[in-house]
């Protein structure tokens, strides 16, 4: 690393476009998009999409007073009938249902946040798969969970 860098700035080599974004080929992409990227944050968006659905039903057919709060790809379950807007909803949701929840989701080889303040990192790497067993798992655990 030369004097004065730290370990994320990045120079580019000499004779290279030193702004990433006026450079014509670097503005194209932007544009386009790599088909290949684009696809798969298509099917990741189908991916979530499919997860919290399912994980809103398999909690409503167990009676289950849980919502699913989802931004993007990320998402967590909180055990109150609406998703918390504010840090004093999410502390009135009953943590001790989401215990029971996580024990039991662990119970059946899927592992999860510990917390229910902390996000699901749902990926590229979980196919239509896994996100099957993993509502198969809640619908189970949603049960469980009642007290």
Sequence with gaps: MAAGQTSWSWSPPPGRCTRPARCPVTR????????????????LEAAVR??????ADAASEAGSAASVARVGPLLTVFFRPKVPLDAAEAFDADRAAYARFFGSMLDQGVLLPPSQFEAWFPSMAHRPAEIE???????????????
């Design 50 to 55: 499919a997860l919290e659905a399912g994980l």
């Design 28 to 43: 194209f992409r932007w544009r386009q998009g790599s088909p290949r990227s684009l696809s798969c944050y298509i099917r």
């Design 133 to 147: 067993a993993t509502i198969a798992a809640a619908r189970i655990a949603f049960k469980e969970s009642a007290p």
